[in-house]
C-alpha cells in the first residue's frame, strides 16, 4: 500500500483543517471521482470554498486531479483522494523546538477531528433502533517494534479489499484505530 508521509508545519496545518478533513472524508464516501461542485452539493456549501481547500490538499498530494471534462463551455475537474496511508513523520525542521510544538499542536488538532467525527458517527449508529454492528474496543498488546510494523502492514492488507468495494448489498462501516507504543 502506498503511504504519503507528512513531515512539514506547512502540511500537517492543511491535512489538520476541520474542513479539509470533510471533503476527504465525502471523496472517499463518494467512491469515485468528483468535482468540487458535486464535492460542495454533498456537503451543503459553495463551491467557492471547497475549491480554495482542494487546492490546499491538491499541493501537499492528497488529492489530484484523474480527468477532465468540458461541461457547457467549462472544463471540470475530477478529483480522486489520496488512497493509501497518510502518516505525520518528523522532518529536519522538527529540531526547532518552536516548530516541533506547533507540529505536536496540529497534530494534536488532527487527532481530535478524526476522533470527534468518529465518536459522533458511532454514537448516531448507537441511538439507530436497528440491530448495529458497531464495537468499541481498547487492547494493550505486547510486541517488538518490527513485529508492531508487520502488524499495522498485515491490518493494511485485511483492511484493503473493503476500502472501495461498492455494492447494492454492502453496508457503510467506519474503521478508526491509533497505534502507539507505550511510554512509562
Do not use: W
Not at 501537499?60 to 480527468?67: A, D, M, T, Y
Not at 458511532?122 to 518490527?146: A, G, H, I, R, V
Amino acid at each position: 500500500m502506498e503511504s504519503k508521509d507528512l513531515t512539514t508545519l506547512e502540511e500537517i496545518k492543511i491535512y489538520s483543517d476541520p474542513y479539509r478533513l470533510q471533503i476527504l472524508n465525502v471523496l472517499n464516501k463518494m467512491g469515485r471521482p468528483a468535482t468540487v461542485k458535486e464535492v460542495a452539493d454533498r456537503m451543503g456549501d459553495v463551491p467557492a470554498k471547497v475549491h480554495y481547500h482542494m487546492k490546499k490538499l491538491e499541493k501537499i498530494e492528497l488529492v489530484k486531479i484523474v480527468s477532465t471534462k468540458e461541461i457547457n463551455g467549462i472544463i471540470a475537474k475530477y478529483y480522486e483522494p489520496f488512497a493509501g496511508a497518510i502518516r505525520i513523520k518528523r522532518g529536519n525542521d522538527t529540531e526547532e523546538p518552536v516548530i516541533k510544538e506547533l507540529i505536536r499542536s496540529e497534530t494534536n488538532k488532527l487527532l481530535s477531528e478524526l476522533f470527534n467525527q468518529n465518536r459522533e458517527r458511532f454514537f448516531k449508529y448507537l441511538n439507530n433502533d436497528e440491530e448495529s454492528t458497531s464495537m468499541l474496543t481498547n487492547t494493550t498488546l505486547y510486541m517488538t517494534e518490527d513485529e508492531a510494523r508487520n502488524l499495522f502492514k498485515e491490518l493494511d492488507k485485511l483492511l484493503e479489499p473493503y476500502k472501495n468495494k461498492r455494492s447494492e448489498a454492502d453496508q457503510e462501516y467506519e474503521f478508526f484505530a491509533t497505534n502507539i507504543r507505550s511510554i512509562e
